[in-house]
């Protein structure tokens, strides 16, 4: 084993089915990992050796693109070649988030701009939760009409509060509390989005090409934010509102 110490957060590639081996030393990457964490300085790529084999440590950093056995068989997909496994995990190493937007007081016409933005991004979002008043000049089929004939090929829903005076961000807390064990960032389109791809690229860029963190990317409005749900989550509980902490923000 090498002698640099072996940080709290750290991948080791022996078991994961994407270790290529030559006998029972690793070579490579079947993912393509390796080389792309030799490039990011604050990660370590570490040779290790456990009286079985020869393998790499990915040193401050877990590794997403790691999986054992266990995580195919899961989805029944144990019978499935190694191409296929490699496609399947590759179509995922992209930003988990959600979308909620603030449409109570948003014309339909305008909330299918939105979601056309949203639909040119380079990450498709696993769900998108439009909140809208019950009260608005607009019937509900108008806002339905809005959606369906824009671009977005993702999961949505319309939320209603019950008039348009109701906080926005009672709803969206609400949202994200039933959502937070499914999704790992949250976008959040309360007023201008005229840059919501380049926030939602940015932050993807982030987290799966520079393999870092980031708490809110936001437009120069901040009208459009992206941002970390466990660092909010976390942050609430200490007594922070990092979505108030706006001087805080990285701005695309």
């Not at 081996?21 to 790529?45: F, M, R």
């Not at 949202?175 to 790992?184: G, P, Q, V, Y």
Request: glycine share 4%.
């Amino acid at each position: 084993m090498s002698k640099t110490s072996i940080a709290p957060i750290h991948t080791p590639c022996k078991k994961c089915v994407f270790a290529k081996y030559d006998v029972d030393t690793q070579v490579d990457c079947y993912l393509g990992l390796i080389e792309e964490y030799k490039k990011v300085p604050k990660i370590e790529v570490l040779e290790a050796y456990d009286g079985e084999k020869e393998f790499y440590v990915i040193n401050n950093k877990k590794c997403a693109g790691y999986k054992e056995e266990g995580y195919f068989v899961s989805r029944n997909m144990e019978d499935k070649n190694l191409e296929d496994k490699i496609s399947y995990v590759k179509d995922r190493l992209k930003l988990n988030y959600m979308v909620i937007i603030n449409a109570i007081t948003v014309e339909p016409d305008e909330l299918q701009q939105m979601m056309n933005e949203i639909a040119g991004s380079d990450v498709t979002p696993k769900l998108i939760n439009i909140v809208i008043s019950e009260k608005s000049k607009y019937p509900f089929n108008t806002y339905y009409k809005a959606v369906e004939n824009s671009g977005v090929n993702a999961k949505w829903k319309l939320t209603h509060v019950r008039d348009a005076q109701e906080p926005f961000e009672v709803s969206m807390n609400n949202i994200l509390s039933l959502n937070a064990k499914k999704h790992n960032f949250a976008l959040i389109v309360d007023g201008d989005y005229d840059d919501i791809q380049k926030v939602v690229n940015t932050a993807n860029h982030r987290v799966y090409k520079e393999f870092a963190r980031f708490v809110v990317f936001a437009n120069k409005s901040h009208g459009t934010k992206i941002f970390n749900q466990t660092v909010y989550r976390n942050g609430l509980y200490h007594g922070v509102n990092i979505l108030r902490e706006e001087k805080d923000y990285e701005i695309v």
